[in-house]
């Protein structure tokens, strides 16, 4: 099956700061999610973008399916952004495969 | 519009007691997906359920069966529990099967079920 790898692992920033997750997947997609889980354990849908570039107020997430990474950026950060921020990607069935996510978390 | 919604929140079972999750798609969804997350990991897929057929299952033993119904929501059930069970249980729904790489494949998770097995 397809192999997704997060970077970093964890991740300490100051509120205001601006950061760069990464996602790496193994074989071609054409179906890929991030999301922020907050502590709760709500998974929130944060992008569809299985290639280019897409923004979201203070988020922005870009896909380069060719080189089979993806990119997820943290403008201005808020302490309500802190949580763990994962990726998925889908076969052609819908079964999503997630990375073992990013813990950020956003230090007042 | 009402999301996908999951009951109940929190479970605790001892040890070869059996559990039934719930869920119910959001809005205008017709395949529902359940995974389970263990502290400090991703989701893991276990199946997805279209047409009221499981159509496609990950690695987890017979204990884990599931059932979808007519009006789409779904349910989990676990059989003999062990004490690696406890995890939180998600469901996702969808709109699209199988995916056709448009934005409607996008999945949306509910809140989770929180099963505690002592």
């Known amino acids: 099956g397809i192999q997704v790898e997060q970077s970093p692992p964890d991740l300490i920033l100051q509120e205001g700061a601006n950061s760069t997750l990464r996602c790496n997947f193994s074989?071609?997609?054409?179906?890929l999610q991030w999301f922020h889980q907050n502590p709760w354990g709500q998974l929130i849908n944060l992008f569809y973008?299985?290639?280019g570039t897409k923004q979201n107020g203070r988020l922005s997430a870009t896909t380069v399916a060719t080189e089979r990474y993806s990119l997820l950026y943290i403008s201005s950060s808020q302490t309500t952004d802190s949580g763990v921020y994962f990726c998925a990607v889908a076969d052609s069935w819908g079964k999503l495969q997630f990375g073992a996510g990013t813990q950020v978390v956003v230090t007042p | 519009d009402a999301g996908v919604t999951q009951s109940p929140t929190h479970l605790i079972k001892t040890r070869g007691q059996q559990v039934t999750l719930r869920c119910s798609p959001k809005s205008g969804h017709d395949t529902v997906s359940w995974y389970q997350q263990a502290l400090g990991q991703g989701p893991q897929f276990i199946f997805q359920?279209?047409?009221?057929?499981?159509?496609q299952r990950g690695n987890f033993p017979d204990r884990f069966s599931g059932h979808q119904f007519p009006n789409y929501s779904s349910e989990l059930n676990v059989n003999a529990l062990l004490l690696g069970d406890s995890a939180l249980y998600l469901c996702?729904?969808?709109?699209?099967?199988?995916?056709?790489?448009?934005?409607?494949?996008?999945?949306?998770f509910g809140p989770g079920t929180r099963l505690t097995v002592l």
């Open positions: 973008i299985p290639s």
């Open positions: 996702a729904s969808s709109s699209s099967f199988p995916f056709s790489g448009r934005a409607g494949d996008t999945q949306y």
């Open positions: 074989d071609s997609v054409n179906n």
């Open positions: 359920y279209y047409e009221e057929e499981e159509r």
